[in-house]
């Protein structure tokens, strides 16, 4: 039986060291601002993604609803299934990291949350930032969403417009957030807009 997430209950989201920074910590700031509890686990590799992207060593979050955990930690909270969770996302998610979700290796606290995260029949979202994707990836995404694991690929839409990086960066978070219910104003909904058929011509 699937348990049910509780709205008091804290998503996990995890960053790997896959490029898109941004991502990770846009989905955290909305989460944490939306009045949810966040527990954060970041990877050593992220860390060197995040200098390089953003030219930190650390996520640029601080919310008194973000609560950080150790990568290393194999008994942290989130290592046991007794601790309750309204899920969890792995944004970006790298092909090492899925494929170890993907194995049942928990040789970290964030391959051991997702690994508890299925068992618990929790939901789990992958959000794979990767081109182009062998095989392996395929397979491994495949499998995973076979069980339930949501596979949500940092793919942004233009079919609103975007004017800068922000603008992107904020469609794909504001899916993520869609999967778990939680409202937001990140971008525009297809629909929201009224279009002129003559001026989009024909496809």
């Not at 989201?13 to 989460?31: D, K, N």
């Not at 650390?58 to 601790?83: E, T, W």
């Not at 928990?106 to 794979?128: C, F, H, Y």
């Amino acid at each position: 039986m699937t348990e049910q997430p509780a709205k008091n209950h804290p998503i996990i989201v995890a960053v790997t060291g896959a490029s898109g920074m941004p991502y990770g910590q846009r989905v955290i700031e909305t989460l944490a601002e939306s009045g949810r509890k966040v527990i954060v686990v970041v990877s050593d590799h992220a860390r060197i993604v995040l200098k390089e992207e953003m030219s930190a060593d650390f996520l640029k979050v601080d919310h008194p609803n973000i609560q950080f955990m150790n990568y290393r930690d194999i008994a942290a909270p989130i290592a046991s299934g007794s601790f309750p969770t309204a899920g969890m996302i792995v944004c970006p998610c790298s092909m090492s990291t899925l494929g170890e979700i993907a194995g049942g290796i928990s040789r970290n606290l964030i391959a051991r949350a997702a690994d508890v995260t299925v068992k618990e029949g929790r939901k789990l979202m992958l959000v794979p930032r990767e081109m182009p994707f062998s095989a392996i990836h395929l397979e491994n995404m495949l499998k995973l969403a076979k069980i339930g694991v949501t596979i949500m690929p940092a793919s942004p839409g233009f079919y609103h417009h975007p004017k800068k990086i922000d603008d992107v960066v904020d469609f794909v978070a504001g899916k993520i957030l869609d999967h778990f219910g939680i409202e937001h104003s990140l971008y525009k909904r297809w629909g929201t807009n009224e279009f002129n058929l003559e001026e989009l011509g024909t496809f």
